[in-house]
């Protein structure tokens, strides 16, 4: 089992529409969640961290689940410039490295 | 202040040929790391060091593959001999325990490809 599974899409989706997207981590002793996200042939870009209590950044929601071990991202009144892979990223335990999911990847259409 | 440097770019080689990538992190910054990308397994980090020195290089595919960190301002990574499955984009990304550990910066990427 992979330690953060995401659904790879592609999600395609009108402007202005709002889409979520989920993701699972496996390891429950990871600390801290965020979400990056990647331009078409360009580097990953941190998007938001991911609090427990929620947070939300604009147009864009973060949710975490300790519980369930799941944490979302919700976009909005979705822009073209939205269009990217997102990527679920999670630290798992004590280890300062990060651990990132194969991503989602979003389309949104005129 | 500019970001994470990588080069080249893109490089094309044979397979046996050795292969090395440069990375110069964020001024400042006290954690490197290297990451590989491809469309099978995503980003996987192969290697991180703080202040220069290797943490964890578990993530190193086979003995081929070796790190380096002279210095604060430079790393690279070299494949030795190189192979097809090689073929990935090389991610550098430096992050700095007072900005954030986990705020990772990420430089343009090596796009290699073995033939």
């Known amino acids: 089992r992979k330690e953060v599974e995401q659904d790879p899409g592609p999600f395609n989706v009108p402007e202005g529409a709002t889409v979520a997207f989920n993701c699972t981590y496996s390891?429950?002793?990871?600390?801290?969640f965020f979400w990056y996200r990647q331009d078409c042939r360009k580097e990953p870009k941190l998007l938001m961290s991911?609090?427990?209590s929620g947070n939300e950044d604009g147009r864009f929601t973060a949710q975490l689940n300790r519980a369930s071990q799941y944490i979302s991202l919700l976009i909005r009144d979705s822009k073209l410039s939205d269009s990217a892979t997102y990527l679920c990223?999670?630290?798992?335990?004590?280890?300062?490295?990060?651990?990132f999911g194969s991503g989602t990847q979003l389309t949104v259409l005129p | 202040d500019a970001g994470v440097i990588q080069s080249p770019r893109h490089e094309v080689t044979e397979m046996g040929q050795e292969v090395t990538l440069r990375c110069k992190p964020i001024?400042?910054?006290?954690?490197l790391f290297w990451y590989r990308q491809t469309m099978m397994r995503g980003l996987e980090l192969l290697i991180y060091?703080?202040?220069?020195?290797?943490?964890?290089d578990s993530g190193m595919p086979e003995d081929r593959f070796s790190a380096k960190m002279p210095n604060a301002s430079f790393s690279t990574l070299k494949i030795q001999p190189s192979e097809p499955r090689d073929s990935a984009v090389y991610f550098c990304?430096?992050?700095?325990?007072?900005?954030?550990?986990?705020?990772?910066?990420f430089g343009p990427g090596t796009r290699l490809t073995v033939t």
């Open positions: 990304a430096s992050s700095s325990r007072d900005r954030g550990l986990y705020e990772q910066y």
């Open positions: 390891n429950s002793a990871s600390q801290s």
């Open positions: 991911v609090y427990s």
């Open positions: 990223v999670v630290t798992p335990g004590s280890a300062r490295q990060l651990t």
């Open positions: 001024s400042g910054h006290d954690y």
């Open positions: 060091f703080n202040n220069n020195v290797p943490i964890d």
